[in-house]
């Protein structure tokens, strides 16, 4: 069984088509993987990296950023008062520069739509449908490489799943997409998937035992790009993996 039950649902049925759209497609390769049969996935090469792509923005981290941004937009549209003034005297016709009140709602009047846009959900779902596009043609011209666990070892699951790493990265901050040196998904305790820019002698497809000096450093990804829970399998001892990472008690 999959981590696939865990991942985020966003309301909508737009949105819903879309996360539909591909996900469909990986039933498939799910199959082959509780089967143990990775090496039969080199046809499902544009699935999953299209599948990567979904859930490096279908995450928390992404809707932090969507805040962050309109914010920001939000922040900026208030203090300028230039645009203010300006707009105010091509409404009012007069001179309103002094006038902060006037101001003030000039700058509501402008960031009005946004926000209904904003609390009518159209605004992410354009945003997000926008990054994932983006992301998916990016990540078609990466290398994949599938990598199971070796024996007795398992990944878990942060609720941010595709991690990224980058050189000389925070492990608590994702990097963006073109800065990250790979982006690693778990698609269930024993099979992550990797995406990378490929190098001059790389295949576009491989399989790749993953020792422990891969799983933990993975694991602890997930951990730390987490925003609020990670998932394990009872009885994976992943419990213990979890606290020893935050320094917290063993119970």
Not at 23 to 48: C, G, Q, S, W
Not at 58 to 71: D, P, W
Not at 99 to 112: F, H, M, N, R
Request: hydrophobic share 35%; net charge negative.
């Amino acid at each position: 069984m999959g981590f696939e039950r865990y991942f985020i649902k966003y309301d909508g049925d737009r949105m819903e088509e879309l996360w539909g759209k591909y996900e469909t497609p990986m039933k498939p390769v799910f199959d082959a993987l509780d089967n143990d049969r990775p090496e039969m996935l080199h046809a499902k090469r544009t699935e999953i990296t299209d599948f990567v792509a979904l859930h490096f923005v279908r995450s928390l981290e992404v809707q932090r950023i969507h805040k962050e941004s309109l914010a920001r937009v939000e922040r900026q549209t208030r203090a300028n008062r230039e645009m203010q003034a300006r707009l105010s005297n091509a409404k009012y016709g007069l001179d309103l520069s002094k006038a902060p009140s006037i101001l003030d709602k000039i700058g509501e009047e402008v960031l009005a739509p946004i926000q209904t846009m904003e609390e009518q959900g159209s605004l992410f779902q354009d945003w997000i449908e926008g990054v994932f596009q983006q992301t998916r043609q990016h990540l078609s011209q990466y290398s994949l490489s599938i990598r199971p666990v070796t024996q007795s070892r398992e990944y878990l699951l942060g609720d941010c799943p595709s991690v990224g790493i980058a050189s000389g990265m925070d492990p608590r901050n994702r990097p963006p997409l073109l800065d990250a040196r790979a982006i690693i998904l778990p698609l269930n305790p024993r099979f992550a998937v990797m995406v990378y820019p490929p190098g001059p002698d790389d295949p576009m497809f491989s399989v790749d035992t993953a020792g422990d000096d891969v799983v933990s450093p993975i694991n602890h990804g997930q951990i730390a790009q987490a925003h609020k829970r990670v998932y394990y399998r009872p009885g994976s001892g992943h419990a213990s993996t979890v606290r020893n990472y935050l320094n917290f008690p063993q119970p």
